[in-house]
């Protein structure tokens, strides 16, 4: 049984799958930590960038929170003080340690945060294979959630080492092993046009979504057309070389502030090593694939680029509407690669997996949408302001994770993200 079966599919799961796909799911972030040396754990070089430590404790204490103290009778809190260390952004739930000072931590030692998630994963079993009938739909329900809330962390743990590690002067790899990604020359770009018309937009179907996906709703298109790949690296260097970056007639107001106030003058992690630009990976530091998708670019860059290119980027109804007929399949986490790769096919291609595409798109709330009731109607909803969708999923998401209707979402200025560019254009 594959993870996306195994996580994502409807209510009435047998418990034995939910307990297979529980413990398949904490593997994988403690097999993403295996590279690291006991040092990297506690490292916070950016307020945005939580420590690897943090993130394997902050998913635990989610299963602890939500799941454990009010499910499991009996249950012995692992140590009081994480649930204010390890508590992310939860109002309801009481106080929390700040965002930036998560890297002033040393203390647990990784070695208790290890045996934390130990505790947890013992209790997390007897609640699945224990819990009253009764009980057992509105703790399938959590369940999901959780286990979907651990993958979205899996990404920002290498995310968040990627940032950690190339800050760092030696520039270390955090894995050396990684294979080449597919290299060679890129596809041409072409459009594929689409007519618009009355569409439904949203989740509708069986299987897990997250709340802000529903309700699903109407949303009328004028025509379009969407790019067939994403932009390459070598075009997105053609807009630095052509002073993409000191022209203030191609950017937004707010963009054009933060690339004087921050003196960006290409994408996050590109570096110039003896005239010849190069790219901190997960791997280390490697020539500029040329053909590759550019990646770790904010939405005022995609933005300003569109703008040069002359085109604009999709809103996240056209991205969905395009993406309807296309396979949820790509370069995901499962892939091992942990970095984009040339586009081969035909057609629409890499809309899943490579790089999350921005969108025009703010990130608000679907028309009809309600903040579900508790704390954990504070996951999505309270995050809606000033932050802009991405579609799609990345090279670090873990393959099934995401769908046609899920929407990832950063501030405009966040570039820390596998985060690419798809060109739009109107079709009169």
Known sequence: MNDRASINQAPQQRREDWAEAYMRVRAASEALCAPLCIEDYGVQSADFASPPKWHLAHVSWFFETFLLEPYLPGYAIFDPAFR??????????????????????????????????????????????????????????????????????????????????????????????LATPRQGDALPLAWQGFEGGLIGSGFDGEGFCYDNERPRHRVFLTPFSLASRPVTNAEYLAFVDAGGYRNPALWLSDGWATVQRLGWGGPRYWERIGGDWHEFTLGGMRKLDLNAPVSHVSHFEADAYATWAGARLPTEAEWEHAAGAVPNEGNFVDADLLHPQTAVGEGLVQLFGDVWEHTASAYLAYPGYRVPEGALGEYNGKFMSGQMVLRGGSCATPAGHVRGTYRNFFYPQERWQFQGIRLAQDLT
């Open 84 to 177: 204010t260390l390890f508590n992310s952004y939860y109002e309801q739930v009481g106080e929390f340690h700040p965002r930036a000072e998560r890297g002033h931590l040393s203390r647990p030692t990784v070695e208790a945060v290890y045996r934390y998630r130990a505790h947890v994963d013992a209790a997390m079993r007897a609640l699945i294979g224990g819990a009253d009938e009764a009980q057992w739909p509105a703790i399938e329900t959590r369940l999901a959630i959780g286990l979907n809330h651990e993958q979205q962390h899996q990404e920002l743990l290498l995310t968040d080492i990627k940032q950690h590690f190339s800050v760092n002067p030696l520039r270390p790899a955090y894995r050396s092993d």
